[in-house]
């Protein structure tokens, strides 16, 4: 009896993280507009992007992709207010290869420090430099979400790569010998990163895993922790 409810304890404490995790997301997709149409009047916005660069790389050392699940502005819009209009279809693997992921960092890296060199240091123009990287980035997830699962872009996100390398180790998903890999958690997840191919090892050695929440609140056999 003692065990039944420490049980609905563990699970009702999950759904109510679940939960606050959507109203954070309602709060911040916001600064995605505000920093694409804000910044194209002023140009300094941008250096809202840089603040948050800075932050998630930062949190990334202690907790993963952490950002990325709860307070990423895009990945916020993708999962709250783009999944209304998503197909949402099945992610196409290449989009997960490393190689194409390292690809789109450099290709991407590459294309930023171009353009801040152009500015010749002007701040004004350093802003917009982030900005337009901003609505680069968007204008191709968008297209994708609409037609894949609404955060395909977090799957290959030059920034989100870069996050789960430096936190690989950090805030690590465990499963439990109780995982019967009946494929929900792959289901409910936002990028398919398939928790349970991971039973053998115990715990999810993915670069990839957004530390949302999701398969663990939706885990019909709790199986699934945070430690």
């Not at 304890?9 to 679940?18: A, G, Q």
């Not at 949190?59 to 209304?84: A, D, N, Q």
Request: aromatic letters at 12%.
């Amino acid at each position: 009896m003692v065990n039944l409810c420490g049980e609905k304890t563990v699970m009702n404490n999950d759904r109510v993280k679940n939960k606050n995790r959507r109203k954070i997301q309602l709060i911040v997709w916001w600064l995605l507009p505000i920093i694409i149409f804000g910044g194209i009047i002023l140009p300094y916005t941008g250096y809202l992007v840089l603040g948050m660069m800075l932050s998630f790389l930062v949190l990334s050392v202690f907790k993963g992709r952490y950002w990325c699940g709860w307070l990423c502005p895009r990945g916020s819009f993708l999962e709250t207010i783009l999944v209304h209009i998503s197909r949402k279809g099945k992610i196409p693997s290449f989009f997960k290869n490393i190689r194409f992921r390292w690809i789109v960092f450099f290709v991407m890296m590459s294309f930023m420090v171009l353009r801040l060199i152009q500015t010749g240091g002007a701040p004004e123009k350093i802003g917009f430099v982030f900005v337009t990287m901003c609505i680069i980035t968007t204008v191709i997830a968008i297209p994708l979400g609409i037609i894949f699962k609404p955060r395909i872009w977090c799957v290959f996100c030059p920034m989100g790569t870069l996050q789960g390398l430096l936190g690989k180790d950090k805030n690590l998903l465990h499963i439990s010998k109780d995982c019967t890999q009946c494929g929900i958690c792959n289901k409910v997840c936002p990028i398919e990163t398939s928790p349970s191919l991971f039973k053998n090892v115990g715990k999810v050695k993915s670069i990839d895993c957004l530390k949302c929440r999701d398969c663990k609140t939706n885990c019909l056999k709790e199986a699934l922790t945070f430690k």
